[in-house]
């Protein structure tokens, strides 16, 4: 069964952080970009931060610059997020999404392949 697992999400204060982990299984991460997207209540869900295949490419949404990193670990079969300096708008049910992809340096936010369930983050004091 190939499906992606995320974790790490929870409660936190502002200004505190959390590491969310996104791990593959049925399938190995090596060919597939990886994007972080999250959907707060009543809002859409957006892109967050993407991380090509080989790592040598990411992306992040304006909203997250400077404060959240993504990484990954293809001998793990897991990419991270890291997130810095939370704010209460950061809260949401965060998703990791895997995208095929030929080019080893390319990430995008659509056409995604395989979704994980999504953890939640909540950032309130």
């Known amino acids: 069964q190939l499906q992606l697992v995320e974790s790490g999400g929870g409660l936190v204060q502002p200004g505190g952080s959390l590491r969310l982990s996104c791990v593959a299984s049925?399938?190995?991460?090596?060919?597939?970009?990886i994007g972080w997207f999250r959907q707060a209540p009543g809002k859409e869900r957006e892109g967050v931060s993407c991380i090509s295949r080989s790592g040598s490419t990411t992306n992040y949404a304006s909203s997250v610059k400077g404060r959240f990193t993504i990484s990954r670990d293809n001998a793990k079969n897991t990419v991270y997020l890291q997130m810095n300096s939370l704010k209460p708008e950061d809260t949401a049910v965060y998703y990791c999404?895997?995208?095929?992809?030929?080019?080893?340096?390319?990430?995008?936010?659509?056409?995604?392949?395989?979704w994980g369930k999504g953890t939640l983050v909540t950032v309130s004091s």
């Open positions: 999404a895997a995208d095929v992809k030929i080019n080893p340096s390319e990430c995008v936010y659509y056409g995604m392949d395989y």
């Open positions: 049925g399938f190995t991460l090596h060919y597939y970009a």
